[in-house]
C-alpha cells in the first residue's frame, strides 16, 4: 500500500465576496518532496499556502496533512511550519534562543531544548553559533536559521512563502541549491511559493503552475520546459518567441500554419485537437532555432529564415542574440551557440536561421 501523502487538498476553494482567489484546485505531495506552486502575483497561491497553514479558512473542500483533515485545526495545532519572505526572526534573542522558541512555547524542558537546537543547528551547517546575536549573520545565515526554527519542532510539512525574495542575486542563486540541500538533509516535505520560474525548476520534485485560482499544470521541471500542456505554461515557464497563426492544413498532429505577417510555419499540436481555420499561439524555445551564415545549413530544417543581427547579450553561456527576421521585420530571441563561428557577430550582420517543425508548439488561441 503506497504511502499516505503528506499534504492532500481536494477540491479546496476560498472566495472573497464576489472574488474567487482559489477554484477547487486538487493535488496530493508524497512524503519528502519539494513541491513548489508557481504563478504571477494575485494567481492565488499566497492564498492556498495560508489555507494549509491555517490562517485562512477555505471556503470549499478538504485539507488533509497524512490523511487527517485539517479543516477545524487552527494554526498552532497543524504539523506545519512556516517560513517567510522576510523571516520573522527576533533581533532581541540570540540565534540558539530564535530556533529554541517554538520549543518554549510547547513547554519542553531547557535541557532538551539546547540538545535539540544544537543538533539542527548542525545539520543546517551553523553548528557553534547558538549564543551569538541574530544580526552577526549574513542574509544566507538567516535563511538558514529561519529554516532550523522550524525544523526544530519536527513538522510533517514545511510552507515556505517566497523566502528569497529580499535576498540579492546572487544569494539568492547560492540558497536555491542551500534550500534543495536542506530539504534532501531533512527529507521533510516542502512547499515552496515563488513567481520566479528558476526557483521552481532548480529546486523542485514537482511544479503546479497556478493561474487565475487554477492549477494548469502539475509536473517536473522537464515536463513543464519541454511539454507544456497550454499556453499559458508556454509563455510563463521559459523563454519563448511567440506568434499568432491560423492553421491551413491540420493531420495526424502536425499541422501548416500561416502567421498574420503572412509567414508559412510548420508546427505541432499540443493536445489542443486543432483543425483547419483555428487561430493558434505559437511558441518557439530560443534554443531550439540554428544559426548559420550559409542557408543551406538550415534549409532542411522546415521552418527557416533570415535577417540581420540586432543585438548581442553576452552572458557567458547563456548568451543570446536578439535577430529582426527580413520577412516580417519582427525580433526573435536565439541562443547564441558557443563556438568560433558566432564570437565575432555584430549588429547587422545577416544571418539565417531555422527550426524543426516539432519545436512549434501550438495552442489554441483564446477567445478575446
Not at 549573520?137 to 532550523?148: D, E, F, M, N, T
Not at 505559437?282 to 522546415?302: H, I, K, M, T, Y
Request: glycine letters at 10%.
Amino acid at each position: 500500500m503506497p504511502d499516505t501523502a503528506d499534504l492532500e487538498c481536494r477540491a479546496i476553494s476560498k472566495s472573497f465576496d464576489d472574488f474567487q482567489a482559489v477554484k477547487e484546485v486538487s493535488f496530493d505531495v508524497p512524503p519528502g518532496t519539494f513541491f513548489s506552486i508557481l504563478g504571477p502575483s494575485g494567481c492565488g497561491k499566497t492564498t492556498l499556502l495560508r489555507m494549509i497553514a491555517g490562517f485562512q479558512a477555505p471556503s470549499g473542500g478538504d485539507l488533509l496533512i497524512k490523511g487527517k483533515s485539517m479543516l477545524n485545526v487552527p494554526p498552532n495545532k497543524r504539523p506545519v511550519s512556516m517560513v517567510f519572505q522576510h523571516l520573522a526572526l527576533f533581533p532581541m534573542m540570540s540565534i540558539g534562543a530564535n530556533v529554541g522558541f517554538g520549543l518554549r512555547q510547547r513547554g519542553v524542558n531547557k535541557v532538551d531544548i539546547k540538545k535539540q537546537v544544537e543538533r539542527v543547528l548542525e545539520r543546517v551547517g551553523l553548528g557553534g553559533v547558538a549564543d551569538r546575536p541574530v544580526d552577526s549573520l549574513s542574509g544566507g545565515q538567516k535563511q538558514r536559521v529561519a529554516i532550523a526554527r522550524c525544523m526544530v519542532l519536527e513538522p510533517d510539512v514545511l510552507l515556505l512563502d517566497e523566502p528569497l525574495g529580499a535576498l540579492d542575486l546572487k544569494l539568492r542563486e547560492h540558497m536555491k541549491i542551500e534550500l534543495k540541500k536542506l530539504q534532501s538533509e531533512f527529507n521533510t516535505t516542502f512547499v515552496y511559493i515563488t513567481h520566479d520560474q528558476s526557483e521552481a525548476l532548480v529546486m523542485s520534485d514537482q511544479i503546479a503552475v497556478m493561474n487565475h485560482g487554477v492549477f494548469e499544470q502539475v509536473g517536473t521541471a522537464r515536463d513543464l520546459y519541454y511539454h507544456p500542456s497550454t499556453a499559458f505554461v508556454a509563455g510563463f515557464v521559459g523563454e519563448a518567441n511567440k506568434y499568432q497563426a491560423k492553421v491551413q492544413v491540420a493531420g495526424a498532429g502536425s499541422l501548416q500554419l500561416l502567421t498574420r505577417d503572412g509567414v508559412a510555419l510548420q508546427g505541432v499540436d499540443a493536445g489542443e485537437g486543432l483543425k483547419e481555420g483555428d487561430m493558434t499561439q505559437v511558441f518557439v524555445r530560443p534554443e531550439a532555432v540554428r544559426l548559420s551564415r550559409r542557408q543551406e545549413d538550415v534549409g532542411n530544417l522546415g521552418n527557416t529564415g533570415n535577417g540581420t543581427v540586432e543585438s548581442v547579450l553576452f552572458n557567458g553561456a547563456n548568451s543570446q542574440l536578439i535577430l529582426r527576421d527580413s520577412a516580417t521585420g519582427s525580433e526573435m530571441s536565439v541562443a547564441l551557440p558557443q563556438t568560433s563561428e558566432f564570437r565575432d557577430l555584430s549588429k547587422g550582420d545577416p544571418i539565417f536561421f531555422g527550426w524543426e517543425p516539432d519545436q512549434t508548439r501550438c495552442y489554441r488561441q483564446a477567445a478575446g
